[in-house]
């Protein structure tokens, strides 16, 4: 696995079967400013999952996690676990910490719901 860089984006490059289109479960890496903050992602099967770790420690540090969580639960959003190989990439581009094990994803449509929501808790927005 190599980890290119354009810019500000970086990709990790998807394998490629004989036919040239993308194998079922690749994915590619990047980043995307979200909130004056740049969050590492996985585009998988066309959608942009963001590392709910990542969401939970540098975008919405100021709120408590509980509160999160239930907001998380109105909104009915729910988080997916990310196999070895996407946990592999996200610590690659420091999305996660390298002691993880484990980490739940979520999606960007779900983030900007959930950004909408927290918009009167944080004292910075």
Known sequence: MFLTCEGTFGMVPAPV???GETRPG??????QEIEGINLGYLQINGTQMFALAQVLSDLFKDIPRTTISKKMETLKIKSRRC?????RTLKAIHSVPTRAVKCSLISKADL???CSSCKSLSPRR
């Open 112 to 114: 900007e719901a959930l």
């Open 26 to 31: 690749d994915f590619h890496a990047g980043y």
């Open 17 to 19: 079967d004989y036919s």
């Open 83 to 87: 196999d070895l190989k996407e946990l």
